[in-house]
């Protein structure tokens, strides 16, 4: 099985900016099986953003324009790199594979306040 590695929440306002990076190890999957999700308290599980092969990359709807995913297949890392965050941007986030298994990591927080 995949295991991932998520770090790079924090605390920011409004208009910030953060960096996530999810390192994976195991399993088969390469850069371009993971995939973002977030979830924020009491609210559904939700896919955030995907990387595919020949820098494809796939985003919902509410993030287009001010997150950019982008991975490094040597390191088997995925990378999030989050502008203009929103305070409907907080929640934890997570990698997993794509589509997900049934197995989530911690996570990390990312807290958007004012």
């Known amino acids: 099985q995949v295991q991932v590695v998520e770090s790079g929440g924090g605390l920011v306002q409004p208009g910030g900016s953060l960096r996530l990076s999810c390192t994976a190890s195991g399993g088969d999957a390469s850069i371009y099986g993971l995939a973002w999700y977030r979830q924020a308290p009491g609210k559904q599980r939700e896919f955030v953003a995907r990387?595919?092969?020949?820098?494809?990359?796939v985003y919902r709807e509410s993030v287009k324009g001010r997150f950019t995913v982008s991975g490094d297949n040597a390191k088997n890392t995925v990378y999030l790199q989050m502008d203009n965050l929103k305070e409907e941007d907080t929640a934890v986030y997570y990698c997993n594979t794509f589509p997900s298994g049934p197995d989530w990591g911690q996570g990390t927080q990312v807290t958007v306040s004012s």
């Open positions: 990387i595919l092969i020949g820098n494809v990359r």
